[in-house]
């Protein structure tokens, strides 16, 4: 659990730098250049993503359950993350209604993908881990929100409604790989197992 834990708290701390640290990112940027800090970033990233992703297989077999989901709940997970998979897929093109409408759909995409697992799982590394990004996902929002209102960033402008299709189409044929076979054999575990 230990792995776990240390490997939640880098790599979503990581991703929380701008928020808990807004003028790290920049004084980084004039030290090692832009370069440099995106080069170093991206292998944080990489590094502590594999922390996280080893620690939570440890803890998956060693920890308890904290509460048994019915399972009917995994049809309303799996059918949340088609709505996710859409989402993260807007988020990877130019702006269609739903980039718009959403404002910032690869957080919208990261914290419905944690609630649905949150619904569906009660051990407890993946209450842990679902609830622990789908924090990071709120506190991502709120300071988005805030920023945009400062004038620090800009939303992404409409582009085309052919990309709301794009992402849809790409969104069921993603959501359908994993579904049906990516998550078993990634995972462990197939999300149509009842």
């Known amino acids: 659990m230990t792995l776990l834990i240390a490997g939640i708290v880098l790599f979503l701390g990581l991703h929380l730098v701008r928020v808990v640290a807004p003028g790290f990112r920049q004084s980084m940027i004039a030290s090692i250049g832009e370069r440099g800090w995106k080069i170093a970033y991206s292998v ?10 080893y620690g939570f297989g440890q803890a ?3 920890t ?12 309303i997970t799996i059918t949340l993350m088609l709505i996710a998979v859409i989402c993260l897929v807007a988020s990877l093109l130019p702006a269609g209604h739903i980039a718009v409408k959403t404002k910032h ?20 590394s993946s209450v842990l881990l679902f609830g622990a990004f789908l924090a990071w996902g709120v506190i991502l929002r709120i300071s988005l929100k805030r920023r945009q209102r400062a004038g620090e960033i800009t939303l992404r402008p409409f582009v085309s409604a052919k990309y709301d299709l794009y992402a849809v189409v790409i969104g069921v044929v993603a959501w359908a790989l ?8 990634l995972i462990g575990v197939s999300p149509l197992a009842m």
């Open 178 to 185: 994993i579904t049906f076979k990516l998550h078993e054999v």
């Open 64 to 75: 308890g359950m904290l509460y048994n989901p019915p399972v009917w709940m995994a049809h």
């Open 60 to 62: 998956r077999q060693v």
């Open 44 to 53: 944080a990233s990489i590094l502590t993503l594999v922390l996280l992703i």
């Open 105 to 124: 759909p690869m957080v919208l995409s990261v914290k419905i993908w944690a609630l649905s697992h949150l619904l569906a799982n009660g051990e407890t």
